[in-house]
């Protein structure tokens, strides 16, 4: 035998497969986002139009400047947008807010709030001796500033716009005067407004103030009550539009808008 002859020896590696790397679990994260999104899309459409419209100007503007995220105001938290499916909410926010007033068991019976068509109408009426105006005049007395502030502060927090109106009872100026109704009704809705505009109110809030003299009276069987003398404060609904959702303020009422001429059948008595 030839002992030269070299050794050959034959090594067999495993039957174990070749690497297959991470690529499974790339279509795997693929496969989970698409479902994420599949989840998020039929989440959405059985939520409420107003989740949708949000949703949808948070991709529009991520930054939260867009006019369909929420509202326009600072502080979200306390803001709601009153429609006229919530404005009994603010009337209630409203309510509280005056019962915190150092006289409100005095003031209380002064105090009206009533949803209307037009929206929240808070009316502030007078007695006899004055409640919140001196008498005869359009200057406010303590109970009036405090009241008005008291409203500022809460109807600053929401996006709804508000007009103003003042009012008069029938009792006539003397012919000669050269101040009358009309002219206390303005003067006493304008006193309202540079109030509330300084405690809260923002400047572009107020639409407009309105001054109707004794021609919208509270009570018209009883036309020289002190009660026809009053301030109305009018919260608009806000309308939102079927095309773009935007929110609207409602239109106001438009009749008697205005200042006024006196009427020269007026008879002379002692105003106020």
Do not use: C
Not at 37 to 56: C, D, E, H, P
Not at 146 to 169: C, F, R, W, Y
Not at 181 to 202: K, P
């Amino acid at each position: 035998m030839d002992k030269t002859r070299p050794i050959i020896i034959l090594k067999k590696k495993g039957g174990h497969g070749g690497h297959h790397g991470g690529a499974w679990k790339v279509a795997y994260a693929d496969f989970v986002t698409a479902m994420m999104a599949l989840f998020i899309v039929l989440w959405l459409l059985n939520s409420s139009k107003q989740i949708q419209v949000a949703v949808g100007g948070y991709f529009k503007d991520p930054t939260g400047t867009a006019k369909k995220v929420g509202s326009n105001m600072v502080g979200s938290g306390e803001n709601f947008t009153l429609t006229r499916d919530n404005m009994s909410k603010l009337k209630e926010q409203l309510q509280i807010a005056i019962k915190q007033m150092t006289d409100f068991e005095k003031l209380k019976s002064h105090i009206e709030m009533t949803v209307t068509a037009e929206g929240l109408r808070i009316e502030l009426s007078e007695s006899a001796k004055g409640t919140f105006f001196d008498s005869g005049s359009a200057k406010l007395n303590g109970d009036g500033s405090e009241m008005l502030i008291t409203l500022a502060q809460e109807l600053g927090k929401v996006p709804n716009k508000l007009s103003i109106e003042g009012h008069t009872d029938s009792t006539p100026y003397a012919p000669s005067a050269t101040y009358g109704n009309w002219e206390l009704s303005s003067d006493r809705g304008n006193a309202a407004r540079r109030v509330m505009q300084a405690n809260g109110i923002r400047p572009d809030q107020i639409t407009q103030v309105r001054g109707f003299a004794d021609q919208r009276l509270r009570k018209p069987d009883a036309p020289l009550d002190p009660s026809n003398r009053r301030i109305s404060l009018i919260v608009q609904y806000i309308v939102k539009n079927d095309d773009d959702e935007d929110a609207k303020p409602a239109p106001a009422d438009q009749k008697d808008e205005g200042t006024k001429p006196a009427s020269p059948q007026q008879k002379p008595t002692a105003k106020e």
